[in-house]
């Protein structure tokens, strides 16, 4: 499924990123905080669950090409991080729902 | 490809903002040189961590790429405080990043194992007071 088929299946809040990165292909998902872990075991076409809306968060998506970033539980999303996002053309969307029940649901879509 | 590409970038330790900047670069122009997929995301790990580390650690630095058809070679040198004992810092877990760097997701300590997983060579010249040199080599 595309990362468009999450967002209208899970109603997703959409923070940045437009119709093109929206058109990426979601091939599977991890779940992760901490960064370092996430560089080393996300892998492309992911899409990332995570409470960390900063700006390096956007960093680790571009250097890993997972196909979104999921914030979960309301997560803060950082202006500078926005930005960032903006740049390099990273799609961030935003849940009220836990990753835990988020990634159950996902998994059952792919 | 057959000349040598040269890249050099200067990283600023007080932006964190700007942080991966140069990595980012990095890893699109062997993307664009046509690398493997494999050897764009090893090399793109194993910089971002390297370059995180020059701005956590060691106040900035420098890092210089050279791209041959055959590898890819970073040297990231710092001026920052040097690392006491690379053997412990190498170990998965260890970690000195403060609690403001850890929020912000840092600080798992894997940064440098990630490093050693990754490329092809990795060596550490450090000495404290003065800094490190760090050199990868990543196979194309
Ligand atoms: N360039 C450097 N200058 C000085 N010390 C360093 C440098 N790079 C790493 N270190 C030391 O080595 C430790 C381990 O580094 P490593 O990258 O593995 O973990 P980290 O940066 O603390 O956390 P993580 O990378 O998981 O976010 C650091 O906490 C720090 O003490
Ligand atoms: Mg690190």
Same mark, same amino acid.
């Given at each position: 499924? @595309? +990362?468009?088929?999450?967002?209208?299946?899970?109603?997703?809040? =959409?923070?940045?990123?437009? #119709?093109?990165?929206?058109?990426? &292909?979601?091939?599977?998902?991890?779940?992760?905080?901490?960064?370092?872990?996430?560089?080393?075991?996300?892998?492309?076409?992911?899409?990332?669950? @995570? +409470?960390?809306?900063?700006?390096?968060?956007?960093?680790?998506? =571009?250097?890993?090409?997972? #196909?979104?970033?999921?914030?979960? &539980?309301?997560?803060?999303?950082?202006?500078?991080?926005?930005?960032?996002?903006?740049?390099?053309?990273?799609?961030?969307?935003?849940?009220?729902?836990?990753?835990?029940?988020?990634?159950?649901?996902?998994?059952?879509?792919? | 490809?057959?000349?040598?590409?040269?890249?050099?970038?200067?990283?600023?330790?007080?932006?964190?903002?700007?942080?991966?900047?140069?990595?980012?670069?990095?890893?699109?122009?062997?993307?664009?040189?046509?690398?493997?997929?494999?050897?764009?995301?090893?090399?793109?790990?194993?910089?971002?961590?390297?370059?995180?580390?020059?701005?956590?650690?060691?106040?900035?630095?420098?890092?210089?790429?050279?791209?041959?058809?055959?590898?890819?070679?970073?040297?990231?040198?710092?001026?920052?405080?040097?690392?006491?004992?690379?053997?412990?810092?190498?170990?998965?877990?260890?970690?000195?990043?403060?609690?403001?760097?850890?929020?912000?997701?840092?600080?798992?300590?894997?940064?440098?194992?990630?490093?050693?997983?990754?490329?092809?060579?990795?060596?550490?010249?450090?000495?404290?007071?003065?800094?490190?040199?760090?050199?990868?080599?990543?196979?194309?």
């Amino acid at each position: 499924m @595309t +990362v468009q088929n999450l967002i209208d299946d899970f109603s997703l809040e =959409v923070l940045c990123g437009g #119709a093109d990165a929206a058109q990426k &292909e979601v091939t599977g998902g991890y779940c992760g905080d901490l960064l370092s872990w996430v560089m080393s075991k996300a892998q492309e076409g992911d899409c990332w669950l @995570t +409470v960390m809306g900063n700006v390096n968060s956007i960093g680790v998506a =571009v250097m890993t090409d997972v #196909a979104c970033i999921l914030l979960t &539980e309301n997560a803060a999303f950082d202006e500078d991080a926005k930005l960032r996002a903006e740049q390099n053309g990273v799609i961030v969307l935003r849940s009220s729902e836990n990753a835990f029940d988020l990634a159950v649901k996902i998994a059952e879509k792919l | 490809m057959d000349e040598i590409i040269r890249q050099h970038y200067d990283v600023d330790g007080s932006d964190f903002t700007r942080a991966g900047e140069a990595s980012g670069k990095i890893k699109k122009t062997l993307k664009d040189i046509g690398f493997t997929p494999e050897a764009v995301r090893k090399t793109a790990i194993a910089v971002y961590e390297a370059e995180i580390n020059l701005v956590i650690h060691a106040g900035g630095g420098e890092i210089d790429v050279e791209i041959t058809p055959e590898h890819v070679r970073i040297v990231l040198t710092d001026h920052g405080p040097g690392i006491e004992n690379v053997e412990l810092a190498m170990q998965e877990g260890y970690s000195t990043a403060p609690d403001r760097i850890r929020a912000l997701g840092f600080g798992a300590g894997m940064g440098l194992p990630n490093i050693k997983k990754y490329t092809d060579e990795m060596d550490i010249q450090t000495e404290l007071g003065v800094g490190t040199v760090m050199t990868l080599k990543i196979n194309a």
